[in-house]
């Protein structure tokens, strides 16, 4: 399979997942517009909606490429064929993706039981490390900050209850 192939199918199934997010799962999934503030919808919406303009952009740029019987540059295109002189790009190593999927799994399920608060203080220090930054005090600072921008953005700029019990807040 020749990587536009491989590409187009990936951006195809993209495209399928980002339509079927958008008709299905957030309308399914979303709690009722309470009647104030933003609704619970538009940030999973404007986040699907963005990966849907961006697959279909792509998908284009291919389709134009093929259809003027032209090649992608290899520098334009985010997977380049091997032996191209690119030795890390498009490469997936599992160890990474794991560092950062799995905290962010763990974070979606500890926001039930221990709250928005410090599941996201805990989950940006967590985070940080796993990314290499072994600075304490910084990562400290830093998660408490992002986290009270973040929970003050939510809750009184958008108007929107952030999840789980409030144990600090």
């Not at 986290?147 to 807040?169: D, E, K, S």
């Amino acid at each position: 399979m020749t990587r536009i192939k491989r590409d187009s199918i990936a951006y195809l199934l993209i495209i399928g997942f980002c339509i079927l997010m958008l008709s299905w799962a957030i309308p399914a999934y979303t709690p009722a517009y309470p009647g104030y503030g933003a609704s619970a919808a538009l940030v999973p919406i404007v986040a699907v909606s963005v990966m849907l303009f961006m697959a279909a952009l792509s998908l284009l740029t291919i389709g134009i490429a093929i259809y003027t019987n032209k090649p992608l540059p290899t520098e334009e295109t985010e997977f380049p064929e091997e032996g191209s002189g690119f030795t890390q790009i498009g490469r997936v190593h599992l160890g990474h993706l794991a560092r950062i999927m799995i905290p962010s799994i763990l974070l979606v399920i500890a926001v039930e039981y221990i709250g928005y608060v410090l599941t996201s203080i805990a989950f940006l220090m967590l985070f940080q490390y796993a990314i290499g930054s072994r600075k304490w005090l910084q990562s400290i600072v830093l998660s408490i900050i992002l986290t009270a921008v973040l929970y003050i953005v939510m809750r009184y700029g958008f108007g929107v209850p952030v999840p789980g019990p409030q144990i600090l807040l």
